[in-house]
């Protein structure tokens, strides 16, 4: 790191940066997405952009006035296993898609003082499922139903937020999904995912760090899943990143804009209305 400042307009105003990269607490995205703009850089930032619509929405309406890239942080779309389930589903090899199940468990819950500041599971852990849910289907999301509860830690309902879910999505197409969340699973980063077509059907196992199996006279085993999403997405990160470098100096588009990353937030704030309320919620309610 050839410098650090601490007031990240140093940074804004040096000609020689041409592109940034957010990757500070959520709160204060927005604001680095403005003034990014405001100076004529073209931006990288983590999800989610804000946990409110309204904040959202100023944050895209600078970047399209600056004329600047904006790409956000959704980086299993660049996952090889989640890559060719899509292609399996956009070029018809598995037909018509009719079900959809995408399994996202934590190893362990984070720390109960960031649990207070994340926005809940909805935003913080399910955004990533929400937007692969769309991203392998192709489609939108019209309709979202919530079960959840608390099974992990009693501390993490305390804070109010859940720590179980599961969630079933109704697309536009007429798809049904389901998406199966837990903050514990205690064999580690469980990252799974199917759809079921009218011709067949593709799905992902989770990544292993070898392919040894040992046999023996009472079992037949194997090593744990990679531990977490450091070690399991090592290189969707790297290609993300290659991708807004890419379009940046190219001139092309980003492969995930600010207006894809705004659905997310809404299916988040929509599952999270429909525990509470105990119902199935459409997203055109908080749109």
Known sequence: VPKAVSDHR???DDPAID???ICSSTDTHARFVED???AGKHIFCEKPIDQDLATIDRA??????AGVKLQVGFNRRFDTNFARVRQAVASGEIGEPHLLHIISRDPAPPPLAYIKVSGGIFLDMTIHDFDMAQF????E???????AGVMVDPAIGEAGDLDTALITLRFANGVLGVIDNSRRAVYGYDQRAEVLGSKGAVSTANNFPNSAVISGPDAVRRDLPL????ERYTESFIAEMNAFIDAVASGGPVPVTGEDARVPVVMA????KSHDEHRPVRLCEVA
């Open 10 to 12: 140093a940074l804004l």
């Open 19 to 21: 592109a940034i990269v």
């Open 36 to 38: 990014a703009a405001a």
């Open 60 to 65: 895209l309406g600078a970047v399209r006035e």
């Open 136 to 139: 392998l289907i192709g489609d």
């Open 141 to 147: 999301v019209d309709e979202i139903h919530t079960a």
């Open 227 to 230: 531990n977490f999403f450091i």
């Open 269 to 272: 704030i929509a599952a999270r």
